[in-house]
Each structure stands twice: as C-alpha cells, then as structure tokens.
Nanobody, 125 residues
Framework: VQLQASGGGLVQAGGSLRLSCAVS????????VAWFRQAPGKEREYVAA????????FYADSVKGRFTISKDSAKNTVALLMNSLKPEDTAVYYC???????????????????WGQGTLVTVSS
C-alpha cells in the first residue's frame, strides 16, 4: 500500500485546514490509518488514528475537540480536519498505515509500517 498526504499550507491561528491522505495499492478498510506530526527539533508525535474495518477513531489529548479524522472508502482517502489551529500545531504532518487493530494507547510510530511523504502545516500567530 502507498500513501500520499496533501493539503498543508499557511493559516492564521484560529483558522482551519483539511489534510488528505490518499491510499493506493490496497483496500482502505483493511488498514488502520493514522496522522503523526513532527515539528523542527522534536520527535514525531501521534495526532489521531482511525481503526481498520471501523470508524472508531482516537486522538491525542493535544488535539482532541479540535481535530477530526475521517475516512471515505469510496475515494480511498483519510482526512484530517483541523479547526482552531494554534501556532504549536505547526509541523510536518504524515499519514501512516498499519494492518493492526489499534487501541487508544497505540501511539507509537513503530506500530505503523507504511508512511506517506509529509505535508507542511504552518500556523502563524
């Protein structure tokens, strides 16, 4: 399976962006898909995930209530809608896939074996 992330850009604090992860070479439903982010000088950080064969989703505490992950099986895409953006949300955002069933405690990048290229999100204050 291959992943391609898109939708990043520059937005003012309080604004919104919608990221998209296009999944190819496999059936979207068979994969748990997650979003991670990495700010300069920091480790890759878990953001959100949606479980395989389900719409069950999980979020990092830092984005809960502001970000929404969703999947469109007809289009084989997973979206991350980001509202009320803050400067600390500035990072390169990556989507990743795994064939594992995850729980709310599955936040390690090591749980995912396929990664898309990143898309840069910059939130200005």
């Amino acid at each position: 399976v291959q992943l391609q992330a898109s939708g990043g850009g520059l937005v003012q604090a309080g604004g919104s962006l919608r990221l998209s992860c296009a999944v190819s070479g496999g059936t979207l439903g068979a994969y748990t898909v997650a979003w991670f982010r990495q700010a300069p000088g920091k480790e890759r950080e878990y953001v959100a995930a949606v479980r395989r064969w389900s719409s069950t989703s999980f979020y990092a505490d830092s984005v809960k209530g502001r970000f929404t992950i969703s999947k469109d099986s007809a289009k084989n895409t997973v979206a991350l809608l980001m509202n009320s953006l803050k400067p600390e949300d500035t990072a390169v955002y990556y989507c990743a896939a795994s064939s594992s069933v995850i729980t709310s405690s599955t936040t390690s990048p090591n749980a995912y074996y396929t990664w898309g290229q990143g898309t840069l999100v910059t939130v200005s204050s």
